[in-house]
């Protein structure tokens, strides 16, 4: 009667065991197991939107706008995500170019077929330009903000390895997307 209960637990460590040791030590960095979440941390996040940095688009064929330096910022109360860049607008019609800074704030999206965690549907908070007033700082503050808006649509955050997202025989997938103050977790069902 002893031997039951024993072997239970036995059986128990002895699956969590097989179901943990295939998996790499970088799969399970940020994976929680007991929950089923997955959370990338801050740091990690920054790392990599950092490498997709300097991006640039033309404009009406009249401007360059470019983003370069990019921060990312967590608000956990709206559950989005924010990017403030150093933004360049370049044109031949200015006799130089004008810098300035631009904060974007976005909801996220995860897409399936290429495990990625998006930005989507980015929206210009904050835009400030150096050296321009009246009119035309308006006028290129309209410019800055719609394309830095297109230039981090679908941006991606974060690429998961089909190894990340399985653990032993189960490959998962993601549901609830949560921002935290120290990252962003997804839900793993």
Not at 64 to 75: A, E, F, K, S
Not at 160 to 186: H, N, P, S
Request: with cysteine; hydrophobic share 45%; aromatic share 6%.
């Amino acid at each position: 009667m002893h031997d039951r209960p024993v072997s239970r637990r036995l059986a128990v460590r002895m699956l969590c065991c097989a179901a943990l040791a295939p998996a790499s030590s970088a799969a399970l960095a940020g994976f929680n197991f007991f929950l089923s979440e997955y959370t990338a941390t801050r740091e990690e996040l920054q790392a990599q939107i950092a490498r997709q940095f300097p991006v640039t688009r033309r404009y009406a064929e009249l401007f360059t706008v470019g983003l370069r330096d990019p921060q990312l910022d967590l608000d956990t109360a709206a559950n989005r995500a924010a990017i403030t860049a150093a933004l360049s607008i370049a044109s031949p019609l200015l006799a130089t170019p004008v810098e300035g800074m631009v904060a974007v704030s976005s909801a996220l999206r995860y897409d399936a077929p290429t495990r990625t965690l998006l930005l989507d549907a980015p929206r210009a908070e904050r835009l400030q330009l150096e050296g321009v007033a009246g009119r035309d700082a308006e006028r290129l503050e309209r410019i800055g903000g719609v394309v830095a808006q297109e230039l981090l649509r679908d941006q991606p955050l974060r690429t998961f390895t089909a190894e990340e997202l399985t653990v032993g025989r189960k490959t998962y997938e993601i549901g609830d997307i949560t921002v935290q103050d120290d990252g962003i977790k997804v839900q793993l069902k």
